[in-house]
């Protein structure tokens, strides 16, 4: 362990290398021998400077984000980067990979930073849940100015090497020879006056006019619906410029702590552990090498398969699309453009870069252009006859190891698999709507689809930016299924005495972007419409909006008026539709409770949630939470509905659930013996596996 810090020389140079992989993180023991390095080094007279460096891939990338929620142990990294700062001779950090929270902290306590031109910079605290809590808005205001320092704080998205020497945040960016280069700059900068310790530079944050700063972060909380850390980060960013810098260090610190022990920083770590959990499949090991995906074939140019392409080729991957006709095509091929187009639009794509993206697009009606594919990915419609054919066709076609996906949201991948004589190169590829924006991908695994086939599958999506999760099959599979029991109610509630809005307020009060029937009409109710009809299903109200042409947004009218296309606004029509529906069927409408709609609507998608868990079509509850926030909006600040079940109290729900299948007889209420179980012994999901 004492070699996870080493210390070499150059002439008057101290060389302190950190070395523990895989990211550096400052753990304890890393922190103990690195406070033993500077004292050491601070007395010993022949030492001039400090060049604090790290082994491996990366400059420190973190904090121990295992030692959160627990008391530090000494040294603290504050108490580090203090003596950082009073060792009295030059200090320099020598920034590859990336510096990030503790890393930059740690850095920010060197008089001097330098960077290989590939670092990037930054504070991603935010990301769970907190804000730097080792003086990194106290200091990084001192050394970039308080607006950037604002920007990087509440976003928490790191920066690169250029921007940061162009900023101030480093001094010096090389190309190559990063130690070496960082050594001579120590040498140089010995023989000039010492500069102060940041924490002592004031001059970025001296003339600051604080209405417009207020002005500023106004704007840079507009995105954080909700949620406690930006909101500290921005007020700590704004203390560096009121308060001395003791104090502004102080306040950090308590709003760190604050924030440490709440929730919403609870369950976003939990997140942040989900996401990295959930790329653990049973069953896919080291051996299962994922295989290189050089070229994609995408079935179907409609909304997702456009989307789909977008993703890829986003990420690098050539793509050929593949439609019924040349019109179909040309349709597809338009709405691309025209999406990059708004990219261009708003300057997050340049012409040049649109342009190359289009070029790596390649369109047929011919499947035999799909035969050099590595991963081809239906997105038809949702009808069983078609995949079908499909995949018939494909199994023909493609080439041998070929992956063959199906984008369905419903339908049973083995049946599809069973068209083709490879099921084990069949597998599920579920993406949501928009696919070129929402990170969700879940992965769905066929009783015959191989390791190796899900090893390359979760690779691919990782690298086109998703967030992959394994499910196994049923309808719907993890996240549609759960919806489904969201939405059994619905009906129900409208016509027993709520309104749309009284439904969908309770949901963005909780911190969704929007509520059932809002979104609903975003999808198009005509979807459902024809699914119920073909099914010989109805919904009086639902079936009646769509009966008089009320599809949703698309049509300007549906659950909501539209009256700007977008912005919904309850309408008197549709609540005099349902009072004449709930009077036909005899019900005697009553004031309907927010709390109500809460058991009627959220308990539910739970309950579904510990029997997909039960079945073991996800694999652990934390997996359930990362498809629901990354394909579905569920607030962040919230953990997930598996995460956010267990602080409601599994019992409560339980007991509510009794309750509500009592009085309707509905399946949707009847509790999974495993959510009973863990309710009676008072544990949690992650018990699962040994309740079962
Ligand atoms: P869509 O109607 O917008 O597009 C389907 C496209 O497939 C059309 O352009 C059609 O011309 C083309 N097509 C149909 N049969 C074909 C064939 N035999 N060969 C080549 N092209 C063919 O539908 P969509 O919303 O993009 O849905 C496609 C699939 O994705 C469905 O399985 C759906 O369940 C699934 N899905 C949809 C969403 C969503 O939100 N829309 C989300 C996830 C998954």
Known sequence: MSQSVTVTRDANVAIVTIDNPPVNAMSLHVREPLEKAIAGLKSDGSVAALVLACAGRTFVAGADITEFGKPMQPPA??????QLEAFGKVTVAAIHGTALGGGLELAMGCLYRV??????????EVKLGLLPGAGGTQRLPRLVDPSKALTMIVSGAPIGAADAHASGLVDAVYDKDLI?????????AVERNLAAPVSQRNDRIGNVDLAAFDKEIAGALKKSRGLDAPRACAQSVRNAITMPFAEGVAAERKLFLDLVVGDQSRAQRHLFFAEREATKVPGVGKDDKPSKIARVGVIGAGTMGGGISM????????????????????????????????SVSRGSLTEEAKAKRLSMFTTTTDYADLADCDLIIEAVFEEMAV?????????????????????????????????TKRPRDVVGMHFFSPANVMKLLEIVRGDKTAPDVL???????????????????????????????????????????????????????????????????????????????????????????????????????????????RTATPDPEVEALILEEARKQGV????????????????????????????????????????????????????GPMFWAELEGLPKIVDRLDYWYGKTGMEVYNPSPLLRRLAAQNKGFADAAKAA
């Open 77 to 82: 990294l504050w108490d580090l980067i203090e």
């Open 115 to 124: 960077a290989d031109a590939g670092a990037k910079l930054g504070l991603p």
């Open 180 to 188: 070496a280069n960082a050594v001579l700059f120590a040498k140089d």
């Open 311 to 342: 993703s890829f080729v986003n990420g690098g991957i050539p793509v050929t699309i593949l439609e019924m006709n040349a019109g179909a095509l040309k349709r597809g091929m338009g709405v691309i453009d025209k999406n990059y187009g708004i």
């Open 387 to 419: 995949k079908e054919q499909v995949f018939t066709t494909l199994d023909r076609i493609a080439k041998p190891g070929a992956i063959l996906a199906s984008n369905t949201s419903y339908l049973d991948i083995n049946q599809i698999a069973a068209f």
């Open 455 to 565: 090893a390359t599958a979760l690779a691919v999506g990782k690298q086109i930016g998703k967030v992959p999760v394994v499910v196994g099959v049923c309808h719907g599979f993890v996240g549609n299924r759960m919806l489904g029991a969201r939405g059994a109610e619905a009906e129900g509630l409208l016509l027993e005495g709520a309104t749309p809005q009284q439904v969908d307020k309770v949901f963005t009060d909780f911190g969704w972007p929007m509520g059932t029937y809002q979104m609903w009409d975003l999808a198009g109710l005509d979807i459902g419409w024809r699914t119920r009809k073909s099914l010989g299903q109805t919904a009086a109200i639902s079936d009646a909006l769509c009966e008089m042409g009320r599809y949703g947004q698309k049509t300007g009218k549906g659950y909501y008026l539209y009256p700007d296309g």
């Open 588 to 639: 005697n409408r009553r004031e309907i409770s927010d709390e109500e709609i809460k058991e009627r609507t959220v308990y539910p998608m739970i309950n579904e949630g510990a029997r997909i868990l039960e079945e073991g079509v996800a694999t652990r509850s934390s997996d359930i939470d990362t498809v629901w926030v990354n394909g579905y909006g569920y607030p962040v600040g919230q953990g």
